[in-house]
């Protein structure tokens, strides 16, 4: 079985879109699945690797860095 993803913007057409592919012939709507919520961890590694980060030699850097 082959699988088509459409990423529709205007969600108005949704109801529409759904009726016209449901009338043809071997053609079914599979729901998508939810998206998981990355955790703390996942978040901090793609932060990291996007460069978001801040090295510090000791905490009184840090603060300084902070501005406190």
Do not use: H, Y
């Amino acid at each position: 079985m082959t699988q088509l993803i459409l990423n529709i913007e205007d969600t108005t057409i949704l109801p529409s879109l759904k009726k016209i592919l449901g009338a043809i012939s071997g053609v079914s709507i599979a729901k998508s699945q939810p998206r998981r919520k990355k955790s703390e961890m996942e978040l901090a590694l793609v932060d990291k690797a996007e460069g978001r980060v801040v090295k510090c030699k000791d905490k009184q850097d840090l603060f300084n860095q902070l501005g406190l």
